[in-house]
């Protein structure tokens, strides 16, 4: 079998989208996936034949101009090899050999121009699914900060509705006012968080303060410290989402920034605490002012 090329594109259009890109007889076939190359063989994902590409589209990255057809900010999201194992009008297997997009994949028709994109041979290497139904976990309530401050962290407390956001394919898992777009601007990260959604300034804020699985990795059995380091490098800093400030071993200044901001108190976590779902967790402790 010989090795072809292709180009995975990262497709800031109208909607957000990846574009498959396969070399064949001298043009890139070529399709749009709304939700990007799955990596869970239990996540088929809709693949939109689209017209064949030049060949110069396996090295273009640029902006095409508002009003063009694409137009938008176009990123190489990986590119490689893959060998062809079966070609025909209605069903396309190959095998994927890229630097981030790897694996046996199979599209087949389904209507028209509307294909599906199913990956074949089992989960990525070390790729943990996005787990479902997590529970937060919870804060026990304290009448005294931690005698032992250098060990802990302290937030403020924001009154809210606690929710969990899964952000996969660019797009949330949320019906909430303004959140839409926090899917595209992490792409193509993808992660479980959890925080809490209050209205501030006359608008909805989603308040970010853990981190719960990111790109195919759990991450609730690290301590705090790291989960809140994988969280800040996220940057998540937008129109309606924000991670707000953590202080380490600050809990008398904590509680001060509460009282000039009318919260009701503080949350203590231990730095080396692992995220309990569901649980009350002595790890966690909440002193109100």
Known sequence: M?????????????????????????????????????????????AVHTEDHPMEFLDYEGTIPSGDYGGGRMLVHDRGTYTTEKWREDEVMIVLAGSRVSGRYVLFQTSGN?????????????????PNGVEPMRASAAQRLPSNDADWAYELRWPGKRRLVAVTGGRIDARISGLRALGPALAPTECLLDGVVMPFDGAVQYLVFDLLWLDGRTTMELPYADRRDLLLGLDLAGPAWQTPPHFVG???????????????????KRLDSPYRPGEASRDWRSKEI
């Open 2 to 46: 010989t090795r072809d090329r292709f180009v995975i594109h990262q497709h800031h259009a109208r909607s957000l989208h990846w574009d498959l890109r396969l070399e064949r007889d001298g043009v890139l076939a070529s399709w749009a996936v709304p939700r990007g190359i799955p990596r869970d063989p239990a996540r088929n994902h809709l």
């Open 114 to 130: 509307d294909w599906m994109i199913h990956r074949m041979d089992g989960l990525a290497p070390d790729w943990v699914p996005l």
């Open 250 to 268: 600050g809990g008398r200044f904590a509680l001060d920034a509460a009282r000039e901001q009318g919260l009701p108190g503080v949350v203590a």
